[in-house]
């Protein structure tokens, strides 16, 4: 299984927040996110929709790489960064052990990793794999789902040496036809780093099944550096996964502005 906590970058001076996986930008001043920007998601539609049922195959490393979200699917702002991260939650209270990968499953990823801009603290990162068997696929989410539905809040020190508090709300609405399976795992709180500094942080996990492929999605960002609308995003995610599992071309699908 691989699962590790997020923390491959650091937040200001020497800080290491570990977070769902190893993924969080250099701090900056950042600005104030009170006065939330009106956002518009612009749609070019590449290929209509299909009901055609995903491939019981396992995707190609050239449909994979298709199947993640794409720097045209970005607002202006961000850019993509080499990923290096292992795809997990951390060890803390009831997130240890969520939706540790199985190791055939993580060696056939494609990963995509994106920061708003160079001091931002907002990140995105997709992946998306397909293993032999449907069934080992369906076993994965089934527990990433029972763990989820038994976690409700997070109370805890990292092996970083963080405090998290917060609550967990966790989904299982399927928001694409195509889609067998889904799980939306939300954080909303407080990270305290071992000096003392309080960080407010909202981290989504989203994870999609279609016969035996799977995607997973996580943004992180900290509100008060940032407006990020993560939803539209994790969205996007999906239907262009969804697209590239059923034979569809993925609709060209821009996010809303992130500042």
Known sequence: MHSSPLSRRVLGAAVSLPLVVQSVACGGEGTDGADDPV???VTETAGTPTDTPASTTPLTEEQLNEAVLAH????PGWREVSSESEIGFGSVGCLAGMAQVPDDLFAAMARAEYDFEEDSLTTLLSAAGSVADEADATSFVDAAQATAAGCTSVNGTDDDGDQWEG?????????NDAIDDQLLVEFDGTITTP???DLDIETRYLLAR???HIAIVLSVNFPTYNYFDDAAYLQIAVDRFAA????????VTVGPETN
């Open 167 to 175: 609550t967990l709300t966790a989904d299982e609405t399927i928001t």
């Open 72 to 75: 045209e699917n970005l607002s």
């Open 244 to 251: 590239v599992a059923t034979g569809a071309e993925p609709p």
């Open 195 to 197: 000096d003392g500094t």
């Open 39 to 41: 956002t518009v998601v």
């Open 210 to 212: 279609t016969g035996p």
